[in-house]
């Protein structure tokens, strides 16, 4: 039987129903808000798998064209490979959801999302979230939800609770919460420069709009798979107390990674030696999870990090830009076992990369590409596509960095960051905002100021637990959180944050956030000293481009029949010539001779007289009255002949000849709208 409920959703209702559709999966949730709907379901095998140690959780959201009433592009007319904004929105469910599940379950449980209708106003993502929570709720899946999700915008110093894609358009701040009754599990967004009082307002309104979203779905709670989890022998569990207890402090002793995880395999073998063979993989199981508890105890109570570290601490940081001879602009940028080469491209408005979805086609000139090859962590792996993780950290770098990137008006080119990871030990996401940043203004991108990122980390253990600043990777695998911020000396641009089991309270958050701020101060004043403002030139192999408005009736002139005439600026300057509706006019070209050439072409051709102006004009025919003279590409004015010369004229033909270059005053037009000239008193300005 299905149920259906509704839950205000800004200005809108979300109305969630279950058990109508998609009835053989284990959950399934079709949600509508405004005429956006989406069909959330999900899935779990009937059996556990044995062969791994993680949960096997898919998330899969899909924008479907026709939920626009379109036909999608290409040849097969179909949807392709996800897009990055949908494995983006995968992402963030997966986020939201994965904590709460029971430790140890490894049932398969497959989470998809369909958007099947879209109204561009209200956008699928905290839809899908919701549907989803409902959907896990509803079914026998021992999730232990629901949760709730809310996006926050900050409108005229106003806090808007799911606004519309049109509000989204003024808003300082773009911040998707999603979280229990109680925590919140999972925060991203972007924003314009605003301060840590504000991100924590804004997480306090999301907090109570959550809740009642979660008490409205406490309807479809149905009756629960029993999950017990994993049971180990108390003998084993005790015995590894006892062993790691008596050992883990001498991981002090081994401030670098490799030596610390060579010391935690020396006595896990240690421990395992002394148990017969059919115990051995209970014992490492027991084994990883009491050196996980006793690894983050060791940290709270001696206020002391396993590198050596104080918690507020920062591991050493190094910079350096222009090491890339040939690149537009490159920076490297290490903090401590963590490294990032960044490098900028510049491009043209051509080399923009055409994003095809649920909205109008469009262009995007700022990329970030993140790479993370497997050398960076010394481990063995093909090389394939961008995974989820990749394009997510270029993803969270982008928000960060692109408050800095100046308009098409002022900068009119296409820039591109390739984000090389070549060394790991945590906040990699991090070290690419900074790296791009330096790179950024390296290239001489007339940026404004730097954006810096810090990661911070919590350790619990209960009650207990202490905040880490600059999170290195085992403090990420053993931590319960990963709060990453972005941003000026002003304020915040980019943020994100995960939480691996229970969730954050607003006091904690509240903290982590001072840290942060502490610690951004810091790098910036780094970056600062390596690079303070962009090179006053882009580089000499960087393309050359020359940005130009004329009027729309104009487009023709510049075109000619045919395209005759821009062909033969091309030809003769070796420009490339792009030429926009709005009559916008981009020329493009490796020499900066051929764009001045080019454009100084165009404007000439474009250029209305002026009142008063000397021109240099070619007689191009003699009348008995006058002369027609070209003063303008494709435009010819009457030199009457008592206009010739300061003195009576009897024949033209005295005075000039046709083919002459003569200098002219443009005096206006006549009544029929001809232009008027005069030679005489140009030679008087003379």
Not at 112 to 141: F, G, H
Request: proline content about 5%; aromatic content about 6%; charged content about 30%.
């Amino acid at each position: 039987m299905g149920k259906k409920i509704e839950v205000p959703f800004g200005n809108n209702i979300l109305s969630l129903d279950s058990g109508f559709v998609a009835k053989q999966s284990d959950g399934s949730i079709w949600a509508r808000v405004g005429d956006t709907v989406v069909l959330a379901t999900v899935v779990s095998s009937k059996e556990p798998r044995e062969d791994i140690d993680f949960f096997p959780l898919v998330c899969d959201y899909r924008e479907y064209i026709s939920s626009i009433g379109k036909i999608p592009g290409g040849f097969f007319k179909r949807e392709g490979k996800p897009t990055e904004r949908e494995i983006l929105v995968s992402r963030l469910i997966d986020r939201s959801i994965r904590p709460l599940f029971p430790e140890g379950y490894r049932k398969e449980v497959q989470v998809i999302v369909s958007v099947v209708s879209a109204d561009m106003e209200n956008n699928p993502d905290v839809p899908s979230v919701i549907a989803v929570s409902s959907a896990l709720t509803a079914s026998r899946i021992p999730f232990i939800g629901p949760i709730g999700a809310v996006r926050i915008g900050l409108i005229d110093d106003r806090y808007v609770i799911n606004p519309t894609a049109s509000q989204m358009k003024n808003s300082l701040i773009d911040m998707v919460i999603s979280g229990t009754e109680d925590a919140v599990l999972m925060i991203e967004g972007e924003g314009n420069e605003f301060s840590e009082e504000q991100f924590l307002e804004a997480v306090k309104v999301g907090q109570m709009e959550i809740k009642r979203i979660i008490e409205k779905q406490m309807g479809f709670i149905g009756e629960k798979e029993v999950w017990e989890g994993e049971r180990y022998d108390e003998e084993i569990k005790e015995k590894a107390h006892n062993f790691i207890s008596s050992r883990i402090e001498k991981a002090y002793d081994f401030p670098e990674k490799k030596a610390r995880a060579e010391f935690y395999e020396s006595i896990e073998e240690e421990f395992l030696s002394s148990f017969p063979e059919e115990k051995k993989v209970e014992a490492k199981k027991v084994f990883e999870k009491v050196l996980e508890t006793s690894i983050r105890r060791l940290i709270i109570n001696t206020g002391k990090r396993l590198d050596g570290r104080k918690p507020k601490e920062i591991r050493p940081i190094e910079c350096s830009v222009g090491l890339l001879p040939r690149t537009h602009g490159s920076a490297l940028f290490t903090r401590g076992q963590t490294q990032c080469l960044a490098s900028v491209t510049l491009g043209t408005s051509r080399d923009e990369q055409i994003i095809e979805g649920l909205h109008e086609e469009m262009t995007k000139r700022f990329m970030v590409h993140y790479n993370f090859p497997p050398f960076s962590v010394g481990e063995v792996a093909p090389l394939r596509g961008a995974s989820r993780r990749e394009i997510g950290h270029g993803a969270l770098a982008a928000r960060a960095l692109d408050l800095l990137i100046p308009s098409e008006e002022d900068f009119p080119y296409t820039i591109r960051i390739v984000a090389e990871i070549l060394e790991s030990n945590g906040s990699s996401s991090m070290a690419t905002v900074c790296a791009g940043s330096l790179a950024l203004m390296d290239a001489g991108v007339p940026v404004k100021k730097h954006v810096a990122g810090i990661s911070i980390g919590i350790i619990k253990d209960g009650d207990r637990y202490i905040l880490l600043t600059d999170i290195a990777g085992e403090e990420d695998h053993y931590g319960n959180l990963d709060l990453k911020i972005a941003g000026t000396e002003k304020g915040i641009t980019g943020f994100q944050m995960d939480v691996k089991e229970s969730g954050l309270t607003p006091d904690i958050l509240e903290k982590a956030l001072v840290q942060s701020k502490e610690a951004r101060s810091e790098i910036l004043k780094k970056m600062y000293s390596t690079i303070p403002s962009p090179r006053p030139s882009i580089s000499v192999y960087a393309p050359r481009i020359i940005s130009l408005k004329i009027k729309t009736d104009k487009i023709g002139l510049v075109i000619g029949p045919g395209g005759k005439t821009i062909k033969k600026i091309i030809e003769d300057t070796g420009a490339e010539i792009d030429i926009s509706d709005d009559g916008t006019v981009r020329i493009y070209s490796p020499d900066s001779r051929a764009c001045e050439d080019a454009a100084e072409m165009i404007r000439a051709m474009t250029e209305e007289p002026e009142p008063g102006k000397i021109y240099e004009g070619k007689v191009v025919k003699i009348m008995s009255f006058g002369a027609f003279v070209q003063f303008l590409p494709g435009k010819e004015g009457l030199v009457h002949i008592s206009e010739l010369a300061p003195y009576k004229v009897k024949r033209v033909e005295d005075v000039i000849k046709e083919g002459e270059t003569i200098p002219v005053k443009f005096l206006g037009f006549d009544e029929q709208g001809r232009a008027k000239l005069s030679r005489k008193q140009a030679l008087s300005r003379k």
